[in-house]
């Protein structure tokens, strides 16, 4: 499994959310740390005032009236006043840089033998000790009572309607750069479907020339480009039908001249075979200009068709053996298939010979249809395997006693990709080749048909 995504479009829009996310969070904490230190002093001003503000009531209130005070004091303002008892048990408070902040500023103003705490005896808040009289310097023994105020006065609670708001913002955000992102990368996608279309060998639909001008700029120069490719294809076909026709009609009057000439059996059948010869290259030439996605795909039954091939062979007397197994259906082009069958058996033929027999293989594996033609000829070097699939190559040192244009190899290779499939060259166990042909089924199953 990837974690990452592979597509422009998903790790564009991931970046563009961490982004936003690290942004947000950085802002977050850039305002709360200057926001730290005016809340602080506002807070322990409001501690100072409420401390001095009891301190003085308690001083100047008549000793009779100081319970009714303190109680009026608990009930509508919140804050408790107890004096300070030696059995007492307390609490520090937290390592909160906001709370030891107050407490700094709040020793400042009202002495600095203040004491605090977040809990005395059980009951939380936030405890401050003061003296009624304000000199520090007077003995333990003086008198020392402990006020407490709401925790709720001095620490801010994170209200939870943020995090929604927060949320819907981030949202919409994500919302945005999505937007963006798929605008952008909606034309790059539809350029690869199209550049893949083109290595299949088919011409694609003309790209919209729309959007910013730089993808405009590049849909405009693909569509040239698939366009020349398109014109130059179809004069080459063009040209070779022309060539090979032209050729053909000379070659007929040689072959007529040759069994007129009264020459010997030896010498005709070796003009003949010559001109034979030329004539398998002409239609090689043919069969490389012609435009493979020009067939429409149908069912194909490719057990049926490779027994068709193999009995054709059998009569002219190759040793074909057939190895077929239970396939699915697919839809192929039957005509293109044929030809990449043909030049498969001709060239393990000419390198082999008709004395070994030539292998045909056929197997399902992973969702795909392989299609092996195997002989025992002398193989190709696996450094080389590459460099015969290129058109007009031949690789003498590595099959000898060769003829033909070279193009059989890359005619197979055509037809495998207009398939979406690909053309392997492999070593045989136990000497020879093994060309393999591997079609994926995709979304074109059909039925099945026994081997």
Known sequence: MRLFPRTLLWRTFLLLALLMLLSVLTWFGIYTFYEREPRATQAAQMVASVVNLTRAALVTADASKRRDFLLDLSDREGIRLYPVDPAEKLLPLPEQAVLRMIAGKVQQQIGAKTRFASERNGEPGFWVSFRLDTLDALDEGEDEYWIMLPA????????????????????????????????????????????????GGKT??????????????????????????????????????????????????????????????????????????????????????????????????????????????????????????????????????????????????????????????????????????MDRGPGIPADQVEQLKRPFTRLEAARTDVSGAGLGLAIVERIARAHGGTLSLLPRAGGGLAARVVIPLGHEEIGNHAG
């Not at 001095?154 to 708001?165: K, S, V």
């Not at 994500?174 to 350029?191: D, E, K, N, Q, S």
């Not at 293989?361 to 969702?367: H, I, K, M, N, S």
């Open 152 to 199: 709720e006065r001095l620490t801010r609670t994170f209200p939870a309607q943020w995090i929604g708001w927060g949320a819907a913002a981030l949202l919409l955000s994500l919302a945005g750069a999505y937007l963006i992102v798929f605008r952008v990368t909606r034309p790059l996608a539809a350029l690869a479907t199209a550049a893949h279309d083109i290595g």
């Open 204 to 373: 694609p639909s003309p790209l919209p020339e729309q959007g910013p001008s730089e993808i405009a700029t590049v849909a405009r120069a693909f569509n040239q480009m698939s366009h020349d490719l398109a014109r130059l294809d179809a004069d080459r076909a063009l040209i070779l039908a022309g060539i090979s026709h032209d050729l053909r009609t000379p070659l007929t009057r040689l072959r007529l001249a040759i069994e007129m000439s009264g020459a010997d059996s030896a010498a005709q059948d070796g003009m003949a075979s010559d001109i034979e010869e030329m004539d398998k290259i002409i239609g090689q030439f043919l069969d490389f200009a012609r435009e493979t996605s020009g067939e429409p795909p149908q069912p194909c039954d490719l057990n049926a068709l490779l027994t068709e091939i193999a009995a054709q062979y059998g009569k002219r007397g190759a040793n074909i053996e057939l190895d077929c197994a239970t396939l699915p259906g697919l839809n192929a082009r039957p005509l293109a298939l044929r030809r990449l069958l043909t030049n498969l058996i001709n060239n393990a033929l000419r390198y082999a010979g008709s004395e070994q027999p030539i292998t045909l293989r056929t197997q399902v594996a992973d969702g795909s249809v392989l299609i092996e033609v």
